[in-house]
């Protein structure tokens, strides 16, 4: 696995761990403190979308210039390594997917978290103020 599809695998991972962070119940002291971090590394973490772009085209151009292997025209260990290489391309274009929608999904729950938190606080100064 070339260093790009690790890093990419890390970021998905980081991305999940926070989700999960944010979203499990019971963590209400350090959320505050979560929420702050994730906001943070938000914007970082959007060099995730064009990389993505970038290897789903590094995808597309070894599936293109990929020799074709049919059954009577190679050896059966080249058949192998045509197998191998197209599982390998489905493999990465399902990381690609995971991390895009991770990152997506981290926002939007990042986002709705935040928003909640203001509305309890608004709720709490109109409840003072009555």
Known sequence: M???????GYTAGAEAI??????VPGLDGLRKG?????????????SVVPFCLFLLMDIYWKYETRPTCDDESCTPSEYLRHQKSIMKSQRNALLIAAALILYWLL?????????IDQLNQ????LKNSD
């Open 2 to 8: 070339a260093l790009e599809w690790v890093v990419l």
């Open 18 to 23: 926070m989700l999960l962070l944010l979203t």
């Open 34 to 46: 979560l929420i702050a971090v994730i906001r943070n590394l938000l914007k970082p973490f959007m």
């Open 107 to 115: 926002y939007s729950v990042t986002s709705l978290v935040v928003k």
């Open 122 to 125: 608004r709720l709490e100064r």
